[in-house]
C-alpha cells in the first residue's frame, strides 16, 4: 500500500476498515467486532469549505461501512436548523444526516483537524485552504469539486488551483462515456484481485485516491480485461465514491 508522509506507517487487516484515531495516532476499527451498530457522527455547523468537506469525509465513511456489511447510522453534531449547510452537503453529493443523537454503539467523531470532540474515535479533517475558490466550483460544478477532493487523502490540506476542477469534470465525463460503452458488452463479475485492491485501498484509513489509481488502471488495463469487468469494477467503486458513473447509461453512443 502506499504510504503518506507523516503518517503512520502500518498494516491493515484486510476485511476490517481501520482508521487512524487523531487522539492517538494509531489506527483503529471503526466497526465493533461482532458488527453492532456504529455511529458516524459529523460535527459541522457551518457552510464553509472545511465544514462541507467534514460531511464528504463522513459520507464516505458510511458508504465503506455499509460495504464492509456493518451497521451505520450518520449523524449530524449541533444546531438542528441548517438549510444551507444540507443544501450545499446534498449538491457535493453527501447524504442526508439525522440530527445527532445518543443510540448507543460505537461512535465515531469525524470534524476539522484541531477541534475538540466528545470521547470516541476521531477522524480528523484538513482544511479547504482557499474557500472562495470551493464556493465558485461548488456552484458551477459541484460533481468536479466532489472528485477533486477525493483526489486527497483527507488529511492532507486542498488547494484548489484552476486546472484541478476542469481537469476532475473532464475525468468525469471520460469515465460516464465508457461506463456507457461497457454496459453494452455481456457482464463479467469484477475481477478478484481488482476487488481487493479497491477494498483494501479504502480499508486502509479511507484511502480514496489509491481507489481512484485503480479505477484509472482498470481504464488503461489492456483487452484481457473485458469490458463487462470495468462496467462493474465502475459500477461497484461507485458505491463508495457517490460519483454517479453509471448517469449516462442508455445514452446515444
Known amino acids: 500500500m502506499p504510504s503518506h508522509r507523516g503518517r503512520p506507517s502500518t498494516a491493515y487487516a484486510h476485511c476490517v ?9 494509531e489506527p483503529t476499527a471503526a466497526a465493533p467486532v461482532r458488527r ?7 460535527h459541522a455547523s457551518a457552510d464553509d469549505a472545511g465544514e462541507l468537506r467534514v460531511l464528504l469525509v463522513a459520507d464516505l465513511l458510511v ?23 444540507r443544501a450545499a452537503a ?6 442526508p444526516f439525522e440530527d445527532g443523537q445518543d443510540l448507543g454503539g460505537q461512535v465515531v467523531h469525524v470534524l476539522e483537524a484541531g477541534r475538540g470532540a466528545p470521547e470516541g474515535i476521531r477522524v480528523e479533517v484538513a482544511a479547504v485552504r482557499d474557500p472562495r475558490a470551493f464556493d465558485r466550483v461548488l456552484a458551477e460544478d459541484p460533481a468536479a469539486l466532489r472528485l477533486t477532493l477525493l483526489s486527497h487523502h483527507h488529511r492532507d490540506p486542498v488547494r ?20 456507457a460503452r461497457w454496459a453494452r458488452h ?3 463479475p469484477v475481477p478478484d484481485e481488482v476487488r481487493d485492491r479497491l477494498r483494501t485501498a479504502w480499508e ?5 485516491p489509491e481507489v481512484l489509481r485503480v ?22 467503486a461507485d458505491r463508495l465514491l457517490g460519483l454517479d458513473l453509471t448517469r449516462d447509461l442508455g445514452a446515444p453512443a
Open 63 to 85: 458508504r465503506a461501512l455499509e460495504l464492509g456489511g456493518t451497521p451505520v447510522l450518520a449523524t449530524l453534531a449541533g444546531d438542528r436548523h441548517r438549510p444551507r449547510l
Open 186 to 188: 455481456p457482464s463479467r
Open 215 to 236: 479505477l484509472r488502471w482498470v481504464e488503461r488495463a489492456g483487452p484481457d480485461l473485458a469490458d463487462g469487468a470495468r462496467f462493474e469494477t465502475y459500477a461497484y
Open 36 to 42: 453492532g451498530l456504529t455511529r458516524v457522527q459529523a
Open 160 to 179: 484548489l488551483d484552476t486546472d484541478m476542477p476542469r481537469e476532475a469534470h473532464d475525468t468525469l465525463a471520460r469515465w460516464r462515456r465508457a461506463v
Open 204 to 208: 486502509a484509513d479511507l484511502d480514496v
Open 17 to 25: 476498515l481501520r482508521i487512524i484515531d487523531a487522539r492517538t495516532g
Open 90 to 95: 446534498t449538491a457535493l453529493g453527501v447524504r
